[in-house]
């Protein structure tokens, strides 16, 4: 197997082939994967991630074989999962004079996860530029795309974007070059782009707006295949694959005494209406049954809010809930929301109803999972009035519902 493999003139892969069956995110990768890691040769050595913590001495043992680590300059981290960064612990004990180039939120989890608070950070911001003697790095801030902390590198002179997770293919693959294997790697590269960056996909959308000026002539992932045949044509795909779908409805049903929770409802349907989601909003105090019923099956989300009243759901929500159990809905999402005092009762009550059908009912667990994110609060749960709490409690998950409904 080769160590190396020059990729640019002083750019080199440096990564590791693993292929066996890998489990990996509750997955389990059947055709292995690649850890892309690249050492630029410069007059200030450079090296752009490194590979997954299970093979870092190896690692570490090829890139003593080709250099000095004592005069390693610079590590980038696009990206801290220890499937790119978990070489750094059997490097940084070799490489004593590398400073870490990352985000403000990458050096914070290196530090934690890696022990690495006594070395030097450079920290990154969006379009900041290093010059590495002979060539110069761009770093472009793509938060979620893994994880929030993620950067990608871009080499002005090589035209190179070294984008970590995005535009990867878990594949073994030892040609490295999709242009010398005779397999399309459609598959492949799609697969993964649902897998792993499809439920971030707004995120995509800014990153794709961010890339698109600079002039890419290779991109050069941390997973399978290196791209530097119709590189566009990558990009584009991303860019087709993370456009919203259109046409989904939203409903939110709401009970309130005294309003709090028509506010919230408000709040809702003003970011559902946002990302062009056709939204209907209806108090259930004085509503028909029926008429009720049928804008749930029209629905492809629906919101069930009520406030709290004596530990209890307020007016007419509990016979609508009752009758959910009983249709099948199970291409639906739910969500349950109301304003409260000080247990706030009646979301739970809610809840529990959900879960008793067979609609796909999102809390914080569901989110997480599906998005990564943890700062989430489902069910929605508001004291009072959500005045001055929306920014904080009410539009990021609401938001985030949103970009599951229409991703
Ligand atoms: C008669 C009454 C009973 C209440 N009982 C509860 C309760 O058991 N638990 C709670 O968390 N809040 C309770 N609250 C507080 C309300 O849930 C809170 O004021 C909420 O913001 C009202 O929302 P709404 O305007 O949408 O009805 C109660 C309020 C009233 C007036």
Redesign the pocket.
Known sequence: MKKHVEIAEKAYWVGYVDNRKVPFHRLVLEKGTTYNAYLLDTEKPTLIDTVDIEFGKTFVENLSSMMDLEKLEYVVINHVEPDHAGGLPALMSKAKNAKIVTTALGAEELKNMFRLHNREFVIVHDGMKLDIGGKTLQFVETPFLHTEETMVTYCIEDKILYPCDQFSSHVATYELFEDLTTESITEDFNVYYQLIMHPHRPYVQDMIKKIRNLDIQMIAPSHGYILRRNVGNYINAYDEMSRPKENKKAAILFS???????KIAKGIAAVMEQKSIKTRIMNVGNADLGAVIDVIKESDAVFFGS?????DM?GKMEPILKELKHMDLSSKLAVAFG???????AVEVIQDYLKDTNMKTIDRSYLIKATGMDNLQVPIRIK??PEGQEEQVLYPSVRAIADLLIG
């Open positions: 309130t005494m005294t309003g709090n929770t028509t406030s709290t009243r004596y530990a307020v304003s409260y005092g000080w247990s706030g009762e009072f009035s």
